[in-house]
């Protein structure tokens, strides 16, 4: 005889939820919500030198002892650190034996996207600018609550301490790391707007916020007519001077070291700026953009490129996320969408106004005068 159900009794006890939609994803939110712990175990390996440790080793490899050996940790994290690292995609691993897999013995070696891009020792070395992620913005974003209600920065001035950039530009030797680190953010790009721009009917060109020069070895080697200017402020003419040098286009190039908000931009075919316009308040952008109007010839052409907001706000994330990071570094600075670079253009007087898709996922904005 099958058993008769209980009565159920209203005791005042909530009921039990139904099941959830479909479209309610707990997962993505879980995921979203700690993906810090993914970021700074990138940031901490970045940090440690465990890349570029891996890539020094005659074998290209290293155990899991090694490892810890030469990287001065401790055994009961460092498992569980280079696995994270494996299903990361940033090391690879092969296991000692099927019973105990990534023992003491299981060899260790970098992925190919780490071993192309965070060796310190290779030319497209992206560990600058995440190893200030891991010293300085990592806490700083903790504070991003207090940069939303107050409208202002959280960097080392908000806590008191002197002004990061005003430091970083006193030490040539921290300065030269910084803008190697800018680099290794802003390579692709560069040769993606090199390899694509047709600047035949051009004959100069001034990349304004040059830092260590590399856009300008990017678009002089590509288009060997050209003659261009780096302009930055005074202490990176050195830095510059090494860098072009090196890649040798030091005769077709030189350095302005020019503050352009207190000096014109020298007459040019082409200005550049790349990642610029973002650092500062619209009053600042317009002074910039009416700048570069001014300094090009007619038939020249102005090229920001950026972390571009897509214009309906829906999703490109990282243009948004960078805009916050600006809210979080400077005192007015934001990102902005095409349609609000555009209009700003328009009102300086450029015409025929064209985007450049770029293989950083970034994109160029193409003004002419």
Same mark, same amino acid.
């Given at each position: 005889?099958?058993?008769?159900?209980?009565?159920?009794?209203?005791?005042?006890?909530?009921?039990?939820?139904?099941?959830?939609?479909?479209?309610?994803?707990?997962?993505?939110?879980?995921?979203?919500?700690?993906?810090?712990?993914?970021?700074?175990?990138?940031?901490? #390996?970045?940090?440690?030198?465990?890349?570029?440790?891996? *890539?020094?080793?005659?074998?290209?490899?290293?155990?899991?002892?090694?490892?810890?050996?030469?990287?001065?940790?401790?055994?009961?994290?460092?498992?569980?650190?280079?696995?994270?690292?494996?299903?990361?995609?940033?090391?690879?691993?092969?296991?000692?034996?099927?019973?105990?897999?990534?023992?003491?013995?299981?060899? /260790?070696?970098?992925?190919?996207?780490?071993?192309?891009?965070?060796?310190?020792?290779?030319?497209?070395?992206?560990?600058?600018?995440?190893?200030?992620?891991?010293?300085?913005?990592?806490?700083?974003?903790?504070?991003?609550?207090?940069?939303?209600?107050?409208?202002?920065?959280?960097?080392?001035?908000?806590?008191?301490?002197?002004? =990061? =950039?005003?430091?970083?530009?006193?030490?040539?030797?921290?300065?030269? +790391?910084?803008?190697?680190?800018?680099?290794?953010?802003?390579?692709?790009?560069?040769?993606?707007?090199?390899?694509?721009?047709?600047?035949?009917?051009?004959?100069? =060109?001034? !990349?304004?916020?040059?830092?260590?020069? !590399?856009?300008?070895?990017?678009?002089?080697?590509?288009?060997?007519?050209? &003659?261009? $200017?780096?302009?930055?402020?005074?202490?990176?003419?050195? $830095?510059?001077?090494? /860098?072009?040098?090196?890649?040798?286009?030091?005769?077709?190039? !030189?350095?302005? *070291?020019?503050?352009?908000?207190?000096?014109? $931009?020298?007459?040019?075919?082409?200005?550049?700026? +790349?990642?610029?316009?973002?650092?500062?308040?619209?009053?600042?952008?317009? &002074?910039?953009?009416?700048?570069?109007?001014?300094?090009?010839? !007619?038939?020249?052409?102005?090229?920001?490129?950026? #972390?571009?907001?897509?214009?309906?706000?829906?999703?490109?994330?990282? +243009?948004?996320?960078?805009?916050?990071?600006?809210? $979080?570094?400077?005192? +007015?600075? =934001?990102?902005?969408?095409?349609?609000?670079?555009?209009?700003?253009?328009?009102?300086?007087?450029? &015409?025929?106004?064209?985007?450049?898709?770029?293989?950083?996922?970034?994109?160029?904005?193409?003004?002419? &005068?």
């Amino acid at each position: 005889m099958a058993a008769t159900p209980a009565t159920p009794v209203d005791n005042g006890a909530l009921s039990v939820p139904s099941p959830l939609s479909p479209s309610v994803n707990p997962g993505m939110l879980m995921q979203l919500g700690f993906s810090f712990m993914a970021s700074r175990t990138l940031l901490a #390996a970045v940090e440690l030198g465990v890349f570029t440790k891996l *890539a020094a080793s005659s074998r290209g490899r290293l155990t899991r002892a090694e490892l810890e050996r030469e990287l001065q940790l401790h055994p009961r994290g460092s498992r569980d650190f280079f696995d994270a690292l494996v299903t990361l995609q940033l090391l690879e691993r092969k296991d000692s034996n099927e019973k105990e897999p990534s023992g003491p013995a299981a060899l /260790y070696a970098n992925s190919p996207t780490a071993d192309a891009l965070l060796d310190k020792n290779k030319p497209a070395y992206l560990g600058g600018i995440l190893e200030m992620a891991s010293v300085r913005l990592f806490r700083f974003w903790h504070n991003l609550p207090t940069a939303l209600r107050s409208g202002q920065p959280q960097n080392e001035a908000a806590e008191g301490g002197e002004n =990061f =950039f005003e430091v970083l530009y006193s030490d040539e030797r921290r300065l030269e +790391g910084f803008l190697a680190s800018m680099t290794g953010v802003s390579s692709c790009a560069n040769r993606s707007i090199a390899r694509q721009l047709d600047c035949s009917k051009w004959s100069s =060109f001034v !990349d304004a916020g040059c830092a260590q020069g !590399d856009f300008v070895v990017a678009l002089a080697q590509a288009h060997p007519h050209l &003659k261009g $200017i780096g302009l930055d402020l005074p202490p990176v003419r050195p $830095i510059f001077d090494k /860098y072009v040098a090196k890649n040798n286009v030091s005769k077709r190039v !030189d350095f302005a *070291a020019v503050n352009f908000f207190d000096a014109p $931009i020298p007459k040019t075919d082409l200005v550049f700026m +790349g990642h610029i316009l973002h650092d500062w308040d619209l009053q600042k952008k317009k &002074k910039l953009i009416r700048a570069a109007f001014d300094a090009i010839n !007619d038939g020249g052409a102005y090229v920001l490129y950026e #972390a571009f907001i897509d214009n309906k706000r829906r999703t490109n994330t990282n +243009g948004l996320l960078m805009s916050l990071n600006m809210l $979080i570094e400077t005192p +007015g600075g =934001f990102d902005y969408s095409f349609a609000d670079a555009e209009g700003w253009l328009r009102e300086a007087g450029f &015409k025929n106004i064209q985007v450049m898709q770029l293989d950083n996922n970034e994109a160029a904005i193409i003004a002419r &005068k």
